[in-house]
T-cell receptor
Framework: KQEVTQIPAALSVPEGENLVLNCSFT??????LQWFRQDPGKGLTSLLL?????REQTSGRLNASLDKSSGRSTLYIAASQPGDSATYLC????????????FGEGTQLTVNP | SAVISQKPSRDICQRGTSLTIQCQVD?????MFWYRQQPGQSLTLIAT?????????ESGFVIDKFPISRPNLTFSTLTVSNMSPEDSSIYLC??????????FGQGTRLTVV
C-alpha cells in the first residue's frame, strides 16, 4: 500500500527566503506526482504535475523535482512571499491504483513579513 | 484544465439531518471523486463516481451514509446523511482523467452542531 510522507509538518520562514519542501513515497511504481496548495478552509489548487518520466517541472518561482527510484520529490520555492503562506500537499498516482491519488499530510508554510 | 463549482461553500447543520453537496464541472469527465478532510488532517477518498454506474466506495465509507448521484458527465452530488458532529469536515470533489492532472472544487466546510 502506497504511503506518502511530507517533511517538515510545519515551516516558518522570513520573507525572501528560498525554501524546500519534501515529499517521499514508499512505492516507486507511480504514474505521476502532483503538488497542491491549500488555503485554510478552502479547496486544493494544483501547482505542478510531474510525470514519472520527468525529472522536474517549473512554474514561476516554483520548481518541483522527482527522483522516482528513491521515492522522493521536492518543491523549491524561491524568494518566498507572505502570500505563499498555505498548506502544501503532494499526491501520487500509482500504477496499481488507477486514477486514485494518495496524499501526504501536508506542510504548513508561514512566510513572515 | 477543468473548472469545478462546488456548492454550498459552507454550512452549519443540526445533528440527525442531511446535507447534499453539488459539484459542477465545465467539461465532460468520466470519473469524479469525493474526498473528506477532517480538521488538521489530509484528504481521504470517500468514493469514485462514474456516470451510469454505482459509485465505488472506499473502506470505511458506505452508501447509506454517503449516497452519491452522477446523472451525467458534468455533475455529481454527495449527501452526508444522519449527520453527527464527527462528520464536521471539509468535503471536496475532484476530477481527473486517467494519469493526468487532478482538479478540485473550492470545498464545502461542514459543521454539525
Amino acid at each position: 500500500k502506497q504511503e506518502v510522507t511530507q517533511i517538515p509538518a510545519a515551516l516558518s520562514v522570513p520573507e525572501g527566503e528560498n525554501l524546500v519542501l519534501n515529499c517521499s513515497f514508499t512505492d516507486s511504481a507511480i504514474y505521476n506526482l502532483q503538488w497542491f496548495r491549500q488555503d485554510p478552509g478552502k479547496g486544493l489548487t494544483s501547482l505542478l504535475l510531474i510525470q514519472s518520466s520527468q525529472r522536474e517541472q517549473t512554474s514561476g518561482r516554483l520548481n518541483a523535482s522527482l527522483d522516482k527510484s528513491s521515492g522522493r520529490s521536492t518543491l523549491y520555492i524561491a524568494a518566498s512571499q507572505p502570500g505563499d503562506s498555505a498548506t502544501y500537499l503532494c499526491a501520487v498516482s500509482g500504477e496499481t491504483s488507477g486514477s486514485r491519488l494518495t496524499f501526504g499530510e501536508g506542510t504548513q508554510l508561514t512566510v513572515n513579513p | 484544465s477543468a473548472v469545478i463549482s462546488q456548492k454550498p461553500s459552507r454550512d452549519i447543520c443540526q445533528r440527525g439531518t442531511s446535507l447534499t453537496i453539488q459539484c459542477q464541472v465545465d467539461s465532460q469527465v468520466t470519473m469524479m471523486f469525493w474526498y473528506r478532510q477532517q480538521p488538521g488532517q489530509s484528504l481521504t477518498l470517500i468514493a469514485t463516481a462514474n456516470q451510469g454506474s454505482e459509485a465505488t466506495y472506499e473502506s470505511g465509507f458506505v452508501i447509506d451514509k454517503f449516497p452519491i448521484s452522477r446523472p451525467n458527465l458534468t455533475f455529481s452530488t454527495l449527501t452526508v446523511s444522519n449527520m453527527s458532529p464527527e462528520d464536521s469536515s471539509i468535503y471536496l470533489c475532484s476530477v481527473r482523467r486517467v494519469n493526468t492532472e487532478a482538479f478540485f472544487g473550492q470545498g464545502t466546510r461542514l459543521t454539525v452542531v
